[in-house]
């Protein structure tokens, strides 16, 4: 039973599905920190700068303030934290628009890739098949009709 288990790990382990899924981590984790600089080293500052130099990080909404007692906090502050929020709502932007061009650049090099008339980019042997398949398809059908046209 054991030998079974980890014969089937090693299949799905040695499969190209799990290196796929690891590259994507890694490339994740790093295109995670370009976007954590980008959105707090050059698009904060600017926001700040033309909010008289607020730190959006701390910016909230007290609904109560802390209660001391002979120096110590017996009651906690209650507040909405809503400058976080706008830091999140700016990393999701950036991390959307940059995943959309990364996305859009992708498919425009994929069509030219599956375009069997395109000379300048190899197209895959999947696609140059089903491009024969297709011609010799639309060779028979024009055959077809010409001899079934003249039984007529």
Known sequence: ?????????KEF???????????????????????????????MPPLSFMTDGANWENKKIILREAILIDGKTNLEEIAIGYGKLIEAGVDFLVIAFTVFIVVKLMNSMKKKADDPKNKTVATPKNIELMNKTNE?????????????????
């Open 1 to 9: 039973m054991k030998f079974k288990l980890f014969q089937e790990f």
């Open 13 to 43: 382990a040695v499969k190209g599905n799990m290196i796929d899924i690891a590259i994507g981590v890694i490339i994740g984790t790093a295109f995670n920190k370009v976007v954590n600089v980008l959105v707090k080293e050059v698009l």
């Open 136 to 152: 010799l398809l639309e060779k028979q059908n024009e055959y077809l009709m010409k001899v079934l046209g003249d039984k007529k």
